[in-house]
């Protein structure tokens, strides 16, 4: 079993920053996808930011020059840097895993932008 833990959310006026963190533990031997989604109240579930093991990186256009992905491998962790934040990306954010073809979420993070 796997488990997700997100850390880093928070209320920020707009213009400010955030770092979302996300460390996996449990039976871990490699990790396909590291990513970040978001959910606004009244909406769908959108995918923010993912990495793949080999590097390959995706944007959701919204987010694009303003958050940056990363992971570290030995920690099995990843990482989610966002400036230049609008209110607009108020959201609960949820970090995912694909571990060895497994889907795995975690409890999400609330992220609160005012104006």
């Known amino acids: 079993q796997v488990q997700l833990v997100e850390s880093g959310g928070g209320l920020v006026q707009a213009g400010g920053s955030l770092r979302l963190s996300c460390a996996a533990s449990?039976?871990?031997?490699?990790?396909?996808?590291m990513g970040w989604y978001r959910q606004a109240p009244g909406t769908q579930r959108e995918l923010v930011a993912a990495?793949?093991?080999?590097?390959?990186?995706n944007y959701a256009d919204s987010v694009k020059g303003r958050f940056t992905i990363s992971k570290d491998n030995a920690k099995n962790a990843v990482y989610l840097q966002m400036n230049s934040l609008k209110p607009e990306d108020t959201a609960v954010y949820y970090c995912?895993?694909?571990?060895?073809?497994?889907?795995?979420w975690g409890r999400g993070t609330q992220v609160t932008v005012s104006s």
């Open positions: 995912r895993m694909v571990v060895m073809g497994n889907e795995y």
């Open positions: 449990g039976s871990i031997f490699s990790i396909n996808v």
């Open positions: 990495i793949t093991s080999g590097g390959k990186i």
